[in-house]
């Protein structure tokens, strides 16, 4: 079994096409083929169904292309650590994040590691935070920033931020004279929210229910800033996380304001397999942000 057998596999399981395989690793189709056939025969097992009209990948495929995205992420991290050994200070980092993490956490952390490492290429791939723990786990990802502690064996995790929901007002509405407002003056207002069931959103439904008040949503987007968009405009009222709301709030577009007994936060985490499984430039990275969060502390 050869490293570039097993990267032609995936190449072909990913793409399912050997002529897009084929283009992707800059490769013939009859030596892609040719090389999977020897690499089926090695293992005596079909590892792709080439009968329908896209490659599908057979459970004995689906069993090796795990180990296969392993093997290739430990040869290269080998290639990596070798390199910083060498003094030569090239890697690549990869983060997985959500929505909001990637728009309002990870530039300030990125600027400041671009700067320490501009050598090293770091790549950002938005993802669904459920996902994200299996993604690092499997070693797709380096780092992951997820608002829920993974319990998942195998990984560890950093707390980076505690980040409370907040009402946001539009400036012109009348709650936007109040400093405070209860949740029983919230039943008659219309709101807009993400379109995402998420656990804090969760917490929230719970809120008003407890309150006997009802959450009129009347408008469910699929990001964030479409939905400070739509309150700047009077199309409602929204219950964000703080973070992605700042600046809004700072330049006047929203206002924030407070909801007696809401003390509903996300706590978001940056996970990680152990360090003693990270390359440098993923332990550079944590050091980074741990940095960062004891600054904000102090």
């Given at each position: 079994m050869?490293?570039?057998?097993?990267?032609?596999f995936l190449a072909v399981a990913q793409e399912g096409s050997f002529t897009r395989a084929a283009e992707k690793v800059g490769r013939t189709q009859p030596a892609l083929s040719l090389a999977l056939k020897r690499l089926e025969e090695e293992l005596g097992e079909r590892l792709l169904d080439r009968g329908n009209r896209n490659v599908v990948v057979t459970e004995a495929g689906r069993v090796l292309q795990n180990y296969?995205?392993?093997?290739?992420?430990?040869?290269?991290?080998?290639?990596?650590?070798?390199?910083?050994?060498r003094g030569l200070l090239r890697g690549r980092?990869?983060?997985?994040?959500?929505?909001?993490?990637s728009l309002?956490?990870?530039?300030?952390?990125?600027?400041?590691?671009?700067?320490?490492?501009?050598?090293?290429?770091?790549?950002?791939?938005?993802?669904?935070?459920?996902?994200?723990?299996?993604q690092v786990l499997e070693y797709g990802l380096d780092v992951g920033f997820i608002s829920f502690d993974p319990g998942t064996v195998g990984l560890a995790s950093d707390l980076?931020?505690?980040?409370?929901?907040?009402?946001?007002?539009?400036?012109?509405?009348?709650?936007?004279?109040?400093?405070?407002?209860?949740?029983?003056?919230?039943?008659?207002?219309?709101?807009v929210a993400h379109n995402a069931k998420t656990p804090a959103r969760t917490r929230l439904v719970e809120f008003f229910v407890e309150h006997d008040t009802p959450l009129?949503?009347?408008?469910?987007?699929?990001?964030?800033e479409t939905i400070k968009a739509f309150v700047v405009r009077g199309?409602?009222?929204?219950?964000?996380?703080?973070?992605?709301v700042v600046d809004a709030i700072s330049d006047g577009r929203l206002k924030e304001v407070r909801i007696?007994?809401?003390?509903?936060?996300?706590?978001?985490?940056?996970?990680?397999?152990?360090?003693?499984?990270?390359?440098?430039?993923?332990?550079?990275?944590?050091?980074?942000?741990?940095?960062?969060?004891?600054?904000?502390?102090?």
């Open positions: 050869e490293f570039d057998q097993l990267s032609f296969a995205q392993r093997l290739l992420f430990l040869r290269e991290e080998a290639q990596s650590a070798i390199s910083e050994l980092l990869r983060i997985g994040a959500n929505e909001s993490t309002y956490l990870l530039p300030d952390l990125l600027v400041a590691f671009r700067q320490a490492y501009p050598q090293i290429k770091v790549e950002v791939f938005r993802s669904n935070s459920e996902a994200i723990p299996s980076v931020l505690r980040d409370p929901l907040v009402l946001v007002v539009p400036p012109k509405h009348p709650l936007a004279r109040k400093r405070q407002v209860k949740v029983t003056e919230l039943g008659e207002e219309t709101f009129n949503i009347a408008v469910e987007l699929s990001t964030i199309a409602g009222l929204a219950i964000l996380p703080r973070m992605s007696e007994g809401l003390k509903i936060e996300r706590a978001i985490r940056v996970v990680h397999r152990p360090e003693a499984e990270l390359s440098h430039t993923a332990l550079a990275f944590l050091e980074l942000v741990r940095v960062n969060q004891r600054k904000k502390k102090g």
